[in-house]
């Protein structure tokens, strides 16, 4: 796992690196390619308070993201917690999970069943943000994939061996807002995009 802290501050040469890394699942020293480790993955946050020392992200790194969200500040009984354990110091965690486990449950989300009508129903909504003159950028083949591959993690977290288009439709805010580009300059235009692309897409019986 790579922990990307404000990303936006790597310059673009690191960026490259990492999406060689996200894409490939190799890295490139010297003339020499290296396998990386399973599972792998990248968590990255972003700055977006300040311009100055930063670099956007091209799309084709944004694109292999699975998700994309926003945490907010924390509550007031959230924040005295934070305090409180650091009351006496750094904070030390105990892992969770071993890599082992993570594996197992990919390979758990993956046997979730697709039915035809929800790939179909992805595909619908895929293709709305490709044909909409409002949008200068629609989303990639990728993030079709992942977005059936949300929806099938989310059955699993609810023990479900089968998807719904209602796991379809909770994922699309967080699989595909960073995945398209809304000619409107407005704050928030993707998520209300998606929000109203979801009420006129048909959804299957």
């Known amino acids: 796992m790579v922990l990307a802290d404000e990303i936006n501050r790597a310059s673009p040469r690191t960026q490259s690196a990492l999406l060689e890394a996200m894409g490939e699942g190799h890295v490139t020293f010297d003339g020499t390619t290296w396998p990386l480790p399973?599972?792998?993955?990248?968590?990255?946050?972003?700055?977006?308070?300040?311009?100055?020392?930063?670099f956007p992200l091209p799309q084709s790194q944004l694109d292999r993201f699975l998700l994309s969200f926003g945490i907010g500040y924390p509550g007031r009984d959230e924040e005295v917690e934070i305090l409180e354990r650091h009351a006496h110091g750094e904070?030390?965690?105990?892992?969770?999970?071993?890599?082992?486990?993570?594996?197992?449950?990919?390979?758990?989300?993956s046997r979730v069943d697709v039915a035809r009508p929800v790939k179909e129903y992805i595909a619908a909504i895929v293709a709305e943000t490709r044909n909409d003159p409002d949008i200068a950028i629609?989303?990639?083949p990728r993030g079709a994939v992942y977005l059936q591959r949300a929806a099938q993690?989310?059955?699993?977290?609810?023990?479900?061996?089968?998807?719904?288009?209602?796991?379809v439709k909770a994922m699309v805010p967080a699989v595909l807002g960073h995945r398209?580009?809304?000619?409107?300059?407005?704050?928030?235009?993707?998520g209300n995009y998606l929000a109203a692309l979801l009420n006129t897409v048909p959804v299957p019986l």
């Open 91 to 109: 904070v030390t965690l105990e892992p969770v999970l071993t890599a082992a486990d993570v594996t197992a449950m990919q390979a758990q989300v």
């Open 138 to 140: 629609g989303v990639s």
């Open 153 to 167: 993690a989310r059955a699993a977290m609810e023990a479900r061996d089968f998807t719904t288009p209602d796991d």
């Open 38 to 54: 399973r599972p792998f993955f990248v968590i990255a946050t972003r700055n977006f308070a300040e311009t100055h020392g930063t």
């Open 180 to 190: 398209i580009l809304v000619r409107s300059a407005e704050p928030g235009a993707s």
